[in-house]
């Protein structure tokens, strides 16, 4: 699979990436590169392989319910990790009236 | 609503329309999804706030369990069936009140899939699926000085439970859509999972809609209408944008596939600008969360907590207490309702007259007054009590309709009216009654023949007009026995 230019920047448009024409062409040539990869890793016949997108998937033996449980926890607030005061949560947001964190006027989403 | 005056009856009645809804409940946990901030509504701004939900590089995300409990809750409530194994993904796109620049949220294989709902007609719309994630925060555009100039950013909201429910596209009407949304509500409250206020946005919707030419088996191109906080107005949307489409298409354009705002005060959807990509979100598994596995031990764990839900209790109600279907609405408007019914109407010596009495005498009373059986100012114990007291003939029922007409007009409960009267109690003056008794024999010869000709029946007769003399202030177990007496000698 080849991607083309336009591809470049449509992802980069979707990543909020202004790129320069350099820059372009760069990234156009790494993903080539990393795409030619998967094609490698493509001749290898998986169809009875699952997918996985998580190692600890791997380890683990308990089964059910159980074999993740340690990954979860109970809907209790006290005992745990407390929210951060409010004027730590602000305190390195670019911009904030002291109450609420700002950006510049939205308009459309 | 604005319709069209231009739209012929004829072209509307040549299109269907097709339409999908997309709910996003919150789920009522003391904590959010991902880390331990407080869901509370209304605190001050950005105070229930922490690295996981701020986005901060580095803070990893830890499922509460008691959000998946309430999310199978409400997907077995709604007929779904429960995925063993689901998966959590990330949906990226960008927006100031998301600060990870995605949203986790479930994609290919969500929590649970292939639900229903039955709504009237009867009719079965299908649930595709519903799947958990985490709200966003919220974006305050009005209100501050500079509002012109920038937008503030309240992230309390950002991490709180959601479920979303997404139907097939099988609704054909505004009102089937109306239908639908308001057993949805009803089911997800009776499981409790959620308060489903729509005012602090615990219950929010949008629509998918279509049209095409009648009999035609592709769909049309739809629009989303989003923005619409209440029902009616999601009715009111729907039959405007039905219409916008119809004429379009009518007129030979063509319908773009948009996102489209509701506007309450003028009954109109706008186009929004939006860029032509907008809908590329790039899912990809998450990787900082494991599968999310929900064995069959868990689910029987979970199924037990299941409450008799709406349909099935009214079914119910209609067949214990033998009343009609529409007051077994009325009394499964809430759960707590019901409840409170059916323990006052088992605390009754004859369960069956507390519901003649909400069917007869409390809800035409309450229509009057413009209130909701919430409102009542005669509590559900109130009527157990008046029924027992008819029951057992201390008082007459037009002595009962009297003292409800006084319940609603000082707004206080039965009992309260009942001990302010000072107990009263209905007249056991036999001789009166006799006298009223032999004057309605006297004048009715030819019914008296035909009871001493062995019609027995006839008495219910005599009853009635002893009934109506004494203007029901006579009791009728006393009035039965003096007229099968007189009759009878």
Same mark, same amino acid.
């Given at each position: 699979?080849?991607?083309?230019?336009?591809?470049?920047?449509?992802?980069?448009?979707?990543? $909020?990436?202004?790129?320069?024409?350099?820059?372009?062409?760069?990234?156009?040539?790494?993903? $080539? !590169?990393?795409?030619?990869?998967?094609?490698?890793?493509?001749?290898?016949?998986?169809?009875?392989?699952? *997918?996985?997108?998580?190692?600890?998937?791997?380890?683990?033996?308990?089964?059910?319910?159980?074999?993740?449980?340690?990954? !979860?926890?109970?809907?209790?607030?006290?005992?745990?990790?407390?929210?951060? *005061?409010?004027?730590?949560?602000?305190?390195?947001?670019?911009?904030?009236?002291?109450?609420?964190?700002?950006? *510049?006027?939205?308009?459309?989403? | 609503?604005?319709?069209?005056?231009?739209?012929?009856?004829?072209?509307?009645?040549?299109?269907?329309?097709?339409?999908?809804?997309?709910?996003?409940?919150?789920?009522?946990?003391?904590?959010?999804?991902?880390?331990?901030?407080?869901?509370?509504?209304?605190?001050?701004?950005?105070?229930?706030?922490?690295?996981?939900?701020?986005?901060?590089?580095?803070?990893?995300?830890?499922?509460?369990?008691?959000?998946?409990?309430?999310?199978?809750?409400?997907?077995?409530?709604?007929?779904?069936?429960?995925?063993?194994?689901?998966?959590? =993904?990330?949906?990226?796109?960008?927006?100031?009140?998301?600060?990870?620049?995605?949203?986790?949220?479930?994609?290919?294989?969500?929590?649970?899939?292939?639900?229903?709902?039955?709504?009237?007609?009867?009719?079965?719309?299908?649930?595709?699926?519903?799947?958990?994630?985490?709200?966003?925060?919220?974006?305050?555009?009005?209100?501050?000085?500079?509002?012109?100039?920038?937008?503030?950013?309240?992230?309390?909201?950002?991490?709180?439970?959601? +479920?979303?429910?997404?139907?097939?596209?099988?609704?054909?009407?505004?009102?089937?859509?109306?239908?639908?949304?308001?057993?949805?509500?009803?089911?997800?409250?009776?499981?409790?999972?959620?308060?489903?206020?729509?005012?602090?946005?615990?219950?929010?919707?949008?629509?998918?809609?279509?049209?095409?030419?009648?009999?035609?088996?592709?769909?049309?191109?739809?629009?989303?209408?989003?923005?619409?906080?209440?029902?009616?107005?999601?009715?009111?949307?729907?039959?405007?944008?039905?219409?916008?489409?119809?004429?379009?298409?009518?007129?030979?354009?063509?319908?773009?596939?948009?996102?489209?705002?509701?506007?309450?005060?003028?009954?109109?959807?706008?186009?929004?600008?939006?860029?032509?990509?907008?809908?590329?979100?790039?899912?990809?598994?998450?990787?900082?969360?494991?599968?999310?596995?929900?064995?069959?031990?868990?689910?029987?764990?979970?199924?037990?907590?299941?409450?008799?839900?709406?349909?099935?209790?009214?079914?119910?109600?209609?067949?214990?207490?033998?009343?009609?279907?529409?007051?077994?609405?009325?009394?499964?408007?809430?759960?707590?309702?019901?409840?409170?019914?059916?323990?006052?109407?088992?605390?009754?010596?004859?369960?069956?007259?507390?519901?003649?009495?909400?069917?007869?005498?409390?809800?035409?009373?309450?229509?009057?007054?413009?209130?909701?059986?919430?409102?009542?100012?005669?509590?559900?114990?109130?009527?157990?009590?008046?029924?027992?007291?008819?029951?057992?003939?201390? +008082?007459?029922?037009?002595?009962?309709?009297?003292?409800?007409?006084?319940?609603?007009?000082?707004?206080?409960?039965?009992?309260?009216?009942?001990?302010?009267?000072?107990?009263?109690?209905?007249?056991?003056?036999?001789?009166?009654?006799?006298?009223?008794?032999?004057?309605?024999?006297?004048?009715?010869?030819?019914?008296?023949?035909?009871?001493?000709?062995?019609?027995?029946?006839? =008495?219910?007769?005599?009853?009635?007009?002893?009934?109506?003399?004494?203007?029901?202030? =006579?009791?009728?177990?006393?009035?039965?026995?003096?007229?099968?007496?007189?009759?009878?000698?």
């Amino acid at each position: 699979m080849k991607v083309t230019e336009k591809d470049v920047a449509y992802v980069a448009d979707l990543a $909020n990436l202004e790129l320069s024409d350099q820059e372009r062409a760069r990234m156009l040539r790494d993903l $080539n !590169s990393i795409l030619g990869h998967i094609d490698t890793l493509n001749e290898l016949d998986t169809t009875n392989v699952q *997918p996985m997108a998580q190692v600890s998937d791997r380890y683990d033996s308990k089964p059910g319910s159980d074999r993740f449980a340690y990954a !979860s926890r109970e809907d209790v607030h006290e005992g745990l990790r407390k929210s951060l *005061p409010h004027d730590i949560a602000v305190a390195n947001a670019p911009d904030s009236n002291g109450t609420f964190f700002q950006v *510049p006027k939205v308009i459309e989403r | 609503m604005a319709t069209s005056p231009d739209l012929s009856v004829s072209a509307r009645t040549k299109y269907e329309p097709v339409i999908g809804l997309e709910v996003h409940v919150q789920l009522l946990t003391v904590t959010k999804i991902f880390c331990s901030c407080s869901t509370r509504f209304g605190d001050p701004p950005n105070t229930n706030v922490c690295p996981v939900c701020l986005g901060l590089p580095g803070a990893l995300p830890v499922l509460n369990r008691k959000a998946v409990e309430y999310a199978v809750l409400a997907a077995m409530a709604l007929n779904c069936r429960i995925n063993e194994t689901s998966i959590f =993904a990330r949906k990226n796109y960008f927006y100031p009140d998301l600060p990870k620049g995605y949203q986790i949220s479930q994609y290919d294989k969500p929590l649970a899939e292939y639900g229903w709902i039955d709504v009237p007609g009867p009719k079965r719309i299908g649930i595709t699926r519903l799947h958990l994630e985490e709200d966003a925060g919220k974006s305050l555009h009005e209100g501050f000085p500079d509002a012109d100039q920038k937008t503030a950013i309240d992230l309390n909201r950002s991490g709180v439970p959601l +479920i979303e429910i997404v139907s097939e596209p099988e609704i054909s009407s505004p009102d089937e859509a109306y239908e639908y949304l308001t057993r949805l509500k009803e089911i997800i409250l009776y499981t409790g999972v959620s308060d489903c206020n729509m005012e602090e946005g615990s219950l929010r919707c949008d629509a998918n809609v279509s049209v095409r030419p009648r009999g035609q088996k592709e769909f049309g191109t739809k629009t989303e209408v989003k923005n619409v906080n209440s029902f009616r107005f999601i009715r009111e949307a729907l039959e405007y944008e039905i219409e916008r489409q119809i004429e379009v298409i009518e007129s030979g354009g063509r319908i773009t596939q948009e996102t489209r705002l509701y506007n309450a005060q003028e009954g109109k959807t706008y186009g929004m600008r939006s860029k032509e990509q907008a809908h590329d979100y790039r899912y990809f598994p998450e990787p900082d969360l494991l599968p999310l596995v929900v064995d069959e031990k868990r689910r029987s764990e979970i199924r037990k907590l299941l409450p008799e839900l709406p349909e099935a209790r009214r079914k119910r109600l209609v067949a214990d207490y033998g009343i009609t279907e529409y007051d077994a609405a009325v009394l499964t408007a809430s759960k707590a309702l019901a409840d409170q019914f059916e323990v006052a109407a088992k605390s009754a010596t004859n369960p069956k007259r507390v519901a003649n009495l909400v069917q007869s005498e409390l809800a035409g009373r309450l229509k009057a007054k413009g209130l909701s059986i919430e409102q009542s100012p005669i509590s559900m114990k109130g009527v157990a009590q008046s029924a027992d007291l008819v029951e057992s003939g201390a +008082i007459s029922s037009k002595m009962l309709k009297d003292l409800y007409d006084l319940s609603f007009e000082r707004n206080k409960d039965f009992s309260v009216v009942y001990e302010e009267e000072g107990r009263p109690q209905q007249s056991r003056d036999t001789s009166a009654l006799e006298k009223t008794i032999d004057e309605v024999i006297a004048s009715n010869p030819k019914q008296v023949e035909q009871y001493r000709a062995g019609k027995k029946t006839v =008495a219910v007769f005599f009853v009635g007009q002893v009934m109506k003399a004494s203007k029901g202030q =006579a009791n009728p177990q006393l009035v039965n026995e003096l007229v099968a007496k007189k009759l009878g000698g």
